[in-house]
Structure formats: C-alpha cells, structure tokens
C-alpha cells in the first residue's frame, strides 16, 4: 500500500447550505489522520441558483462555473488557515453538487467542472465520483461508508452510522467485518423546505419549532406506507423524491408547527424502519450531518431506537467534516484503483473504483 499522502476533500450537501472543505493524511486504506477543515456558507444568490438547478433545469452552465469558482476559493482558504502551499496537497476530492438522482435510469448528475478546478488551485483533481457505480447498476450511493469503517476501527459493533443531511443514510457496520448502506428516507430536505416556505428561514434552529408542535401520527404512518420504505437494500433517493409525497402536509390544515414536527417525525420514522433491513440491531448509532444538531430528531431517534444514539463528536469525529473527509479519502482510492463501492453498499455487481482524474 502506498504511504501516507496527503489528501483534500470537498462537499456540497442536499442541504444547500454551504462547501465543507477537510484536508486527512491516509494510505487509502485503513489509516487516516484527520487534518484542518472549513466550512464556507453559500451566498444567497448562488444558492438560489443551485436550487433552480435541481433536477435538471435553470442555467447550468452558469452555475456549474460558479460553483467551480466557490470551491477554488475554498481550497485555497483552508491551505491559508492551514498553512500551506498547493504542492504540499497530493490531490483534491471534489464530489460536486447533486442535481439530479435517478439511478433506476442509469443517471446521476453532478455538477462543477474537475478540469477548471484543477487549474484553479494547481492541484490534480479527482471527480464524478458516482457515474461508474451507475453505469454499472448501482446506486451510486451512498459513497461514504468505507470511511465510516476505517474511521471506525476498533469501536465496538454492530454499529450503525447515521449520516442527516438532505437526505438520510446509513452504514451499518457489523462484528465481522460485513458492511451494509442506504439510503433510509427524508433527512432534514423536507423539513428546511418547509420552514424557507412559511418563515423564510433556512432551518429549523435547535428543533424548536418542532418541539413546540404535534405530530399528525396518521400522516405520518400514511408517508411511512411509501414502497420505498419496504424494498430491500442497498437503495438510494435524490433529494427531492418525497416532495410529491408529501404534497398532502403542505395543502393540509396543520400550523406551521405542527407541519415542522410532523416531518421530524417522519425522519425519525424512517430510520426506525430501516432497522429492519439490517442484519443485526446495533448497539450504538453515531450521527452526523445538520440532523444531529436538531435536539427534537435525536430525542425522537433515541426513543424511536431503544439504545445510545450520540453524535459523532461523542468518539471524537468531526460531523461538519466527515463528507468533505470521505472524498479526500476516495480520491486516493481512486488513484489506487481500489474499491469506491461494494455490492453491500450501493448494489454494484462487484466491488468497483470511480472517479475521473483531471491534473493541474
């Protein structure tokens, strides 16, 4: 295996909130030290634009630009926090922005330009992540759990990883070295939706609204019916797959509180059900994301699971780096040729790399 290089990561979530950007030291394989990190917000007029993209629509060209340009910037924000200079930087993992999701169709589109950003900082670049793992039948997601795992060595299992960002997914991590992903339903999409829909707002800032609210338990269990929640994994979901579904919440006569604590209910429902579709009950769940910042959802979730659920700052992880860290972690994978991701993780046909290297 190769020695130690070191490796920088870039993430732009389904939350729309902002570039996470984390700088590790890894062989690609099981050792990581885990380095600086940044995360810099969105301006408001780039994130309307990236929202109009969605799906596949609005000046993508455009915002594929820009969007190359914020994340050059952040690069080299974090090597000035940190101190270095571009060469010191092996290579960049640059996952882009998800627009569109559909894998059943073969297709999942991220946008931002590897080349141009390879020119920008003047280091090599590694991107499209996902297209290979579809291409071949996969889901092309979710991309994170073989950090999870080497992140994991030496915690006590099973053990199950729960990432809430716009969308929810698990890694499910087992006694004997078996790994198990998916994506689990809703994360915190629907419910930001809905509090930029009725106060203007992006989030729903330490659960408080949905705590103040009541649960519509009959809407729920009716979300809940979906076939999604049934089929076997591994599965995945774009961000936007429920917004029809729950087209009923939003013409419904709920408040808006009582709407903001019925989708948290609905999050924390789904992963309940996800439990089983795991080969075994977890003893612990860490999680990461916005999610585990909203008081509400992670006492929903502790009710709803029946045993510690903890950030994963409670085993000394960083939950605002471990996406941008994953990719900086793939990308010298995908230098390597090895595995991105595994039958068990996204339902690739074999273990399979990625990733498409454009070099400064």
Known sequence: MSDLRLALGLMSGTSLDGIDVALIESDGAALVKRGGWLT?????????????????????????????????????????????????????????????????????????????????????????????????????????PLYHAALAEGLDRPLAVLNLGGVGNITWLGEDGGILAFDTGPGNALLDDWMRRHLDVAYDADGALGRSGVADRALVERLLCEDYFERKPPKSLDRDDFTAVVADLFDADLSVADGAATLTAFTVGAVARAVAHLPGRPQRWLVTGGGRHNPTMMAGLAAALSVPVEPVESVGWNGDAIEAQAFAYLALRSLDDLPLTLPTTTGAPSPLTGGVLYRS
């Open 40 to 144: 810099v917000p969105y301006e408001e007029e780039l994130r309307a634009g990236l929202r109009n993209c969605l799906g596949g629509s609005g000046d993508i060209d455009g915002v594929t630009n820009r969007i190359t340009h914020a994340h050059g910037a952040a690069v080299a924000a974090l090597l000035a926090a940190e101190g270095l200079e571009a060469n010191a930087v092996h290579v960049i993992g640059f996952h882009g922005h998800t627009i569109a999701h559909r894998p059943e169709e073969r297709m999942t589109w991220q946008i931002g330009d590897g080349a141009l950003l390879s020119q920008l900082t003047g280091i090599d670049v590694v991107c499209d992540f996902r297209s290979n793992d579809v291409a071949a039948g996969g889901q092309g997601a979710p991309l994170a």
